[in-house]
C-alpha cells in the first residue's frame, strides 16, 4: 500500500513539473530537474521500502576511499 500511495504522489506532481518546465522550452532546466527528482526518487523508494539509506555512511565511505588514493 505505501508504494502504491508513494507512486501516485510522486508521478503526477514529477510529470506536471517536468511538462511545464518542457513547455517553457528550457531543456536543460528540465534535465537537471529530472537528474535531482530521479536520485530523490532513489532515495524515498528506499525509505517506503523500509530500507533507508544512510548518507552520512555512504559520505564515510567516499571520504575514507578519497584518503587511500592519496
Known amino acids: 500500500m505505501n508504494m502504491l500511495a508513494f507512486h501516485l504522489w510522486f508521478v503526477p506532481l ?4 517536468l511538462f511545464y518546465v518542457l513547455r517553457k522550452k528550457q531543456i536543460r532546466d528540465a534535465f537537471v530537474f ?16 523500509q530500507r533507508p539509506f544512510i548518507i552520512s555512511l555512504f559520505i564515510a565511505s567516499i571520504i575514507n576511499a578519497v584518503k587511500r588514493i592519496f
Open 14 to 17: 514529477f510529470g506536471a513539473v
Open 34 to 49: 529530472v537528474a535531482v527528482s530521479l536520485m530523490g526518487y532513489g532515495l524515498w523508494l528506499c525509505i517506503v521500502n
